[in-house]
C-alpha cells in the first residue's frame, strides 16, 4: 500500500509568483486536505476536498485554491506569493472527510 | 472556536526520565483527540488518539487519556529513549462539515540526552 506523497519536496520562488504543490493520496482514499505549517508553529487548516469538491476551508485568502482529481491526488496553487508564504505544506489523506487522517512528508516553500 | 493549547518547549531530558506534555482543549460537543509527532525533515505521524471521554489512547510507551472534566489530553511516557526526540503536537477534531479538519497546537520540541 502505497503512502501518500506529496511533490516536489523543496522548491523556491520569487514574490508575487505562482505556485503549484501536487499530492497523491494514499490508495483507497478519496478525501485530501492541506495544512500550511510556518516554522516553529502547528499546522493551519487551508482546505478540505472529498470526492472533487471543496469540503471545508480556514481562515486562507482565495489566492489559496486547489483541485482534486478524479484519482483523488489534489494539487495546492497559490497565487501573488509573499514572503510570509514561506513554510512547509503538508498534504493528508483520508477514507472520508471524518477518518483519521495520513500525512505526506511536506513540500518545503521558500519565498524570496 | 474550537482550539488547543499545550505546553512550550522545549524540553529536555535526560534518557529513561519520566515525559508529560500537557494539552488542553476547547470545543463545542465531543471532539476527537490526537498527538502527533513529526520527527526532523519529517511530516507528521499519529502517535495516538482518543475518541470518547475517559478513552485511553497508547502507542511506543505514550500513553494519552481524554478528560472532558478538566478539557485535557495529557501525553505521558514512563521512561523515555533518545529516538523519541522529535515534536510533539496536540490536535482535535470536530465533528459536521467542515469539522473534519484537524485544529493543531503550537507543538512541543522534546529533546533526549543519553
Known amino acids: 500500500e502505497t503512502g501518500v506523497t506529496q511533490s516536489p519536496t523543496h522548491l523556491i520562488k520569487t514574490r508575487g509568483q505562482q505556485v503549484t504543490l501536487r499530492c497523491s493520496s494514499q490508495s483507497g482514499h478519496n478525501t485530501v486536505s492541506w495544512y500550511q505549517q510556518a516554522l516553529g508553529q502547528g499546522p493551519q487548516f487551508i482546505f478540505q476536498y472529498y470526492r472533487e469538491e471543496e469540503n471545508g476551508r480556514g481562515n486562507f485568502p482565495p489566492r489559496f485554491s486547489g483541485l482534486q482529481f478524479p484519482n483523488y491526488s489534489s494539487e495546492l496553487n497559490v497565487n501573488a506569493l509573499e514572503l510570509d508564504d514561506s513554510a512547509l505544506y503538508l498534504c493528508?489523506?483520508?477514507?472520508?472527510?471524518?477518518?483519521?487522517?495520513?500525512f505526506g512528508p511536506g513540500t518545503r516553500l521558500t519565498v524570496t | 472556536g474550537n482550539s488547543v493549547t499545550q505546553m512550550e518547549g522545549p524540553v529536555t531530558l535526560s534518557e529513561e526520565a519520566f515525559l508529560t506534555i500537557n494539552c488542553t482543549y476547547t470545543a463545542t460537543g465531543y471532539p476527537s483527540l490526537f498527538w502527533y509527532v513529526q520527527y526532523p525533515g519529517e511530516g507528521l505521524q499519529l502517535l495516538l488518539k482518543?475518541?470518547?471521554?475517559?478513552d485511553k489512547g497508547s502507542n511506543k510507551g505514550f500513553e494519552a487519556t481524554y478528560r472532558k472534566e478538566t478539557t485535557s489530553f495529557h501525553l505521558e511516557k514512563g521512561s523515555v529513549q533518545v529516538s523519541d526526540s522529535a515534536v510533539y503536537f496536540c490536535?482535535?477534531?470536530?465533528?459536521?462539515?467542515?469539522?473534519?479538519?484537524?485544529?493543531f497546537g503550537k507543538g512541543t520540541k522534546l529533546s533526549v540526552k543519553p
Open positions: 482518543a475518541t470518547k471521554a475517559d
Open positions: 490536535a482535535l477534531k470536530g465533528y459536521g462539515g467542515s469539522q473534519g479538519n484537524l485544529i
Open positions: 493528508a489523506s483520508s477514507g472520508g472527510w471524518g477518518d483519521e487522517q495520513y
